[in-house]
């Protein structure tokens, strides 16, 4: 027995996965449609030297992937550690989600480290629609600020997607919920147990609204366009949704001809570019009292989105698809624990997020946990590891009437859009060593026939498959009943019987 106790203690300190007793801290960064557009993970254009320099600290995953492109189900599955056919949600977070999950047996992860003893608070953006008590008084998930005070009396589709005016960072509601964040980071400080820190950005969520002097960090022409503006060749029209876009007013170009005016496309690269920078320096503000407080040394922080955002690839201004630019966002961790300035390419996924931050901070890992910590990777980033990535995509609101279910594999992204019988409908094939910009669909090419069978049973073997040698999960939950909206719809539309049931 002393021989074991010996050994636990030895691993403990070779990562530095604190004890019981010397738990880490943790801070939670959430932005939203945020690209993995950034500094430090190529795009020398960025200005986003705070999300680099945490870079430099830590390591960056370079191909970390959402389990649904959109808002709510997205942060219902990271938030839980359940994919969403777990969760049953959607847009917005249905019933099930809420009391059967959050409220019930599956608490999200603030909840889960306030239930292992962390004094926990939550600033800005965390839920979806979707309130827990450990929020500060600031937050609010909802439009910012605007400054143009008849602008936000009007209704979206009369107002411009964007706003620069020459005002101070705290104009808008991210600045705001910054010096909340940093306030609550102060109190924290003073605890006498270890805390846990959910800090949520609205940027670059539309309105793209940011400060000018953000806006002045970028020379319109120099701007890049996107590479692959056209619907992928042999391509289903499904395979994209909604033009987030179209709800806005839009300067000289009518909504349906968006790809076709480079200088709008230029102007709303622009004001996205400007949001990111301002998040940015936000996210700067948060990590700089953090050390000023001298709590660096015993703080994991992690950075994320809920997904990433079609800046015009695709013909597609939004979200809502299974392609590689709505499912692929960031994921940065640092903490004292690992080597900075590391990077890896495995295929990770965001219902690692939950499992990930408990192992790190040597709290319990929760057992139905659909994802699998990526601590192993932060000891050795060039392990072998999953080799696919899940996402999926239903189309039909607020029933679904079909839906895409993607692997992203190491070369190949394969989606099969399935009835809601489980039947086959279409499928589409991306080769990324031949086209890594996903714009024409090979599934049909007798060249792939060998390859799509191959994945075909991949798929459907499921995401624990997926997993590398020597890793297991042994989650067993149920899938979630139909879907039922949380929300106006459930209250007072066709939904509110069964509410009631």
Not at 128 to 149: C, I, L, N, R, T
Request: one cysteine or more.
């Amino acid at each position: 027995m002393k021989t074991k106790v010996m050994t636990l203690c030895m691993g403990l300190f070779l990562f530095n996965i604190a004890p019981a007793s010397e738990k880490m801290n943790v801070l939670l960064i959430i932005s939203d449609d945020l690209r993995p557009e950034l500094g430090c993970y190529g795009a020398d254009y960025m200005v986003t030297p705070n999300i680099d320099t945490l870079a430099e600290m830590g390591t960056v995953f370079e191909r970390a992937y959402v389990q649904q492109a959109v808002c709510t189900a997205s942060r219902a599955s990271f938030l839980t550690g359940l994919r969403p056919d777990t969760t049953g949600s959607n847009y917005p977070y249905s019933i099930y989600t809420v009391k059967k999950l959050l409220e019930g047996n599956r608490p999200s992860i603030p909840r889960h480290f306030f239930n292992e003893g962390y004094y926990v608070r939550c600033v800005g953006k965390i839920h979806h629609g979707y309130m827990e008590h450990f929020s500060e008084k600031s937050v609010d998930a909802w439009p910012q600020v605007y400054v143009d005070s008849a602008m936000v009396k009007r209704k979206n589709k009369d107002r411009v997607p964007y706003e620069c005016v020459d005002v101070p960072d705290e104009t808008y509601k991210d600045g705001i919920n910054t010096v909340e964040a940093i306030e609550t980071l102060r109190r924290m400080s003073e605890q006498d147990k270890p805390f846990f820190l959910g800090f949520g950005l609205f940027q670059p969520h539309l309105p793209w609204n940011a400060p000018k002097k953000y806006w002045d960090l970028y020379t319109p022409a120099e701007i890049p366009l996107s590479p692959n503006p056209e619907h992928p060749k042999n391509t289903s029209d499904y395979s994209t949704d909604y033009c987030n876009l179209q709800k806005y007013l839009l300067p000289k170009s009518p909504n349906h001809l968006l790809i076709g005016d480079q200088e709008v496309a230029r102007t709303m690269k622009h004001a996205y570019f400007a949001s990111v920078s301002y998040m940015d320096a936000n996210v700067g503000k948060i990590l700089a009292e953090l050390d000023r407080l001298g709590l660096r040394e015993n703080t994991i922080v992690m950075l994320i989105s809920d997904h990433g955002w079609h800046l015009g690839d695709h013909d597609h201004w939004g979200k809502s698809t299974t392609f590689e630019k709505a499912t692929l966002a960031p994921m940065i961790i640092s903490t004292p624990s690992a080597k900075a300035g590391q990077r890896t390419d495995a295929l990770v996924e965001y219902v690692d997020v939950f499992p990930t931050l408990c192992e790190m901070a040597g709290i319990d890992v929760p057992d139905y946990l659909e994802g699998n910590s990526v601590v192993p990777l932060l000891k050795n980033p060039h392990r072998d590891w999953k080799s696919a990535a899940f996402s999926q995509y239903p189309r039909g609101y607020p029933r679904a009437d079909f839906e895409g279910y993607a692997s992203r594999r190491d070369r190949f992204r394969y989606v099969q859009w399935r009835e809601l019988d489980g039947s086959f409908k279409s499928h589409e094939l991306y080769d990324h060593k031949k086209d890594p910009n996903e714009s024409e669909n090979r599934v049909n090419e007798p060249a792939y026939r060998v390859v799509v069978e191959k994945l075909k049973k991949r798929l459907d073997a499921g995401w624990k498959a997926a997993l590398p040698e020597g890793i297991v999960n042994r989650s067993d939950n149920p899938p979630a009943p139909e879907f039922v909206p949380w929300g106006p719809e459930a209250r007072f539309g066709p939904y509110a019987e069964k509410r009631e049931k």
